[in-house]
């Protein structure tokens, strides 16, 4: 797919945070670890349309809570590679 160019600003905290991902080695670079920050947020977005779709019994906190365990575990996986 090809990439295309785009400026963003991020705060010191959140620029910290992705380098500190990188001097890690969990990532090769810093467009890296944000492509992949961006594909776990459409995950998590697409999670949740899931839920509110579903006709569960369970309540809204403890939807949340399955949902964090899903998060946690994708991550988990994905940041294994």
Do not use: C, N
């Amino acid at each position: 797919m090809p990439m295309e160019t785009l400026q963003i600003r991020l705060s010191r905290e959140q620029l910290s945070f992705i380098d500190q991902k990188v001097r890690e080695g969990r990532y090769p670079s810093r467009s890296e670890a944000i492509r992949d920050y961006l594909r776990k947020a459409q995950l998590w977005e697409a999670l949740e349309r899931i839920l509110e779709l579903g006709h569960s019994e369970e309540d809204e906190e403890d939807l949340l809570a399955r949902l964090e365990r899903i998060r946690e575990k994708v991550y988990k996986e994905r940041s294994s590679k």
